[in-house]
């Protein structure tokens, strides 16, 4: 029992010099040291950026062609994709039927004349024999009658011939107006129908139209856009398709009449240049309108701002080189940079990068 006694003591004297040079061993630990991040300054400035709007490309003037008479193409005078000019003649239906029921008409309105002659001069003799009571009343009573009802028969030979004129005129299909004519829907030996049959499509290209929507908060600022001149050589309007924009710039050619209540918008129509013919009918592009209304914006680099449930913050940089997180509201988008509505003063220095490895009091060193 002694020398277990012993043995005990000698361990426990032994652990606790063991403990004691441990604790002599050990170092002191000193603060973790310094997060190295970049700095920029918050800046001021006159921001020119663009509005984007979604828009597609739209011909001033467009039509469909249809014929107003039925029968068989017979003759096509055109090339898919021509520019037509005003009254040119582009399709012939077979107009043999019309022709000639025209002609018949035309025979019959001279009959109608003929009989109309002699209805005249019967009434104009009779008229003469009741002055000199030589006739009875009732004879001049008819020949004014037969006059009458003549005459009205003469008149609706007349309509007649006019009607069928119109549908011999009608077999030739004419260009309403200048323009690019499409791919024709018709080949010739095609039987159309009046009113049904779709044989092709011309528009105007050149001016071209740019259609768009905005909300209708923003009227007031494009009917003042609309009432300046200088748009054009200011590049107000430009559009974009991806990365490339197109080299000339639009006018506001209408705004719309009025709000579509469901959607709260309004439509507004721009026309740009399209002398090359780069802009075709049915295109999407990106509507740019210049923006010069943000002066003495606050502006910072992009990359610094950080994204979190959708809130958006940066790390200003603070006294001994402590940073704290700071909410903030974001505006615009311009190149690399974005506009600060809120949260932010022109002078301060926030972080823009190293941003992964803080939390709010870091401690940094800082290079600009």
Do not use: W
């Not at 039927?97 to 009989?115: C, F, H, P, R, T």
């Not at 323009?179 to 018709?186: H, K, N």
């Not at 700071?326 to 990068?353: H, M, R, W, Y």
Request: charged share 20%; hydrophobic share 40%.
């Amino acid at each position: 029992m002694k020398l277990n006694r012993h043995i005990f003591s000698f361990l426990v004297a032994g652990f606790i010099f063991s403990s004691c040079g441990n604790k002599q061993n050990q170092t002191p630990q000193g603060p973790p040291p310094a997060t190295p991040v970049t700095i920029a300054e918050v800046r001021s400035t006159n921001a020119v950026y663009y509005d984007n709007f979604p828009g597609t490309v739209t011909a001033l003037n467009e039509i469909k062609l249809t014929s107003q008479v039925s029968g068989y193409i017979t003759d096509i005078n055109f090339s898919d994709g021509q520019n037509v000019k005003k009254g040119q003649l582009l399709y012939k239906i077979d107009n043999q039927v019309y022709k000639a029921n025209y002609e018949k008409s035309v025979a019959d309105l001279q009959v109608q004349e003929a009989n109309l002659v002699k209805a005249q001069k019967d009434a104009a003799r009779y008229e003469e024999l009741d002055k000199h009571d030589a006739i009875a009343k009732q004879q001049v009573d008819y020949a004014n009658a037969t006059l009458a009802a003549t005459q009205k028969q003469v008149n609706a030979a007349k309509a007649n011939v006019a009607s069928l004129l119109s549908n011999v005129q009608f077999a030739n299909i004419y260009a309403p107006f200048s323009g690019t004519i499409g791919i024709s829907q018709v080949k010739k030996g095609t039987a159309v129908v009046a009113g049904q049959t779709v044989l092709n499509t011309i528009s105007t290209n050149n001016p071209i139209a740019v259609d768009f929507t905005v909300d209708q908060k923003n009227i007031y600022r494009f009917s003042e856009l609309e009432q300046k001149k200088d748009n054009v050589k200011d590049s107000v309007f430009t559009i974009a398709f991806g990365s490339e924009v197109y080299p000339y710039p639009g006018k506001i050619d209408f705004i719309d009449r009025a709000v579509d209540p469901q959607t709260g918008t309004i439509k507004v129509r721009l026309s740009f240049p399209n002398d090359k013919d780069m802009l075709k009918p049915g295109m999407n592009t990106n509507v740019r309108v210049k923006n010069t209304a943000s002066k003495n914006a606050t502006i910072i680099p992009h990359i610094a701002v950080n994204e979190q449930l959708g809130e958006f913050s940066v790390y200003v940089l603070g006294d001994s080189s402590i940073v704290h997180q700071q909410q903030i509201e974001l505006g615009t988008a311009i190149g690399d940079s974005i506009i600060v509505k809120a949260g932010l003063n022109p002078g301060e220095k926030i972080v823009v990068q190293g941003i992964q490895n803080l939390h709010d009091g870091t401690v940094v060193k800082v290079s600009e």
